[in-house]
């Protein structure tokens, strides 16, 4: 399989009047079409900084970031936008949805970036909505969902640009348990289907739901190794969950 993601010798450095900080050095490392990483690490290691860079939200200071075979470390900030529009899907701790929009509108709204017609967009939102679940709740707002509600439709926005690339940051931070059990089931079928998914987290029970695990300190690469099959929590029944092929 090919890469979406690579990353070589990637750097990121801050600098404050005569302060420099090097929150990423030197990280290089391949995640394949189709898999399933998370990127752990405690406060200070660099995973925020990093995560920003893979969702072009911020560039790096050395290095090369390749996202499908092409390097956008050093793009115009058109460009950028465009390929966080079109080829990167968000999904976030807070679910950053509008409150003012019900689940149909906030899932249309990066369509409506693209410049999609009304009529496709609204047809792309629904299909999408029903298949994380949410088909009978596409008029509600977001303070009449549950979180695990709220975190379906976040993830149903992503979906709906048909993206090369999730990337969930600490997506089920502030679900319980249960609710959080139900998101990562999400991404282990959406996952199954063929997408790939980064989660960066700083939770172990997290990380273990998928196949690799890249841990950071101090900016840099500490380990980057396979989970053990006997070591993966249960993954529940993916045939059952429809999903966005």
Not at 82 to 97: D, H, K, P, V
Not at 129 to 151: H, K, N, T
Not at 204 to 230: F, W
Request: negative net charge.
């Amino acid at each position: 399989m090919s890469d979406v993601v690579r990353v070589e010798e990637l750097c990121r450095t801050f600098r404050t009047g005569a302060i420099e900080v090097q929150a990423v050095r030197g990280v290089s490392f391949s995640i394949e079409e189709g898999a399933m990483v998370a990127i752990m690490g405690p406060s200070g290691s660099g995973k925020t900084t990093l995560m920003n860079m893979l969702g072009c939200l911020d560039r790096p200071t050395g290095g090369h970031y390749f996202l499908g075979g092409d390097d956008v470390a050093k793009k115009s900030d058109d460009a950028l936008a465009a390929i966080r529009n079109r080829r990167i899907g968000f999904i976030f701790q807070n679910y950053n949805l509008l409150p003012a929009l019900n689940a149909l509108e906030n899932v249309e709204l990066p369509l409506v970036y693209r410049g999609m017609a009304a009529g496709e967009r609204h047809l792309v939102a629904t299909q999408v909505l029903a298949e994380v679940g949410l088909g009978e709740l596409i008029s509600f707002r977001p303070y009449e969902l549950s979180g695990g509600q709220q975190q379906r439709v976040g993830i149903a926005r992503a979906l709906a640009g048909k993206p090369n690339l999730l990337l969930a940051d600490e997506p089920t931070g502030n679900l319980d348990s249960a609710s959080g059990e139900e998101i990562l089931n999400l991404f282990l079928a959406l996952n199954a289907a063929g997408r790939t998914v980064i989660i960066v987290t700083h939770d172990e029970q997290v990380a273990l739901h998928c196949e690799r695990i890249i841990r950071l300190k101090d900016g840099a690469v500490l380990s980057d190794r396979p989970v053990a099959a006997d070591s993966r929590r249960m993954r529940g029944d993916l045939g059952t969950r429809a999903v966005v092929q």
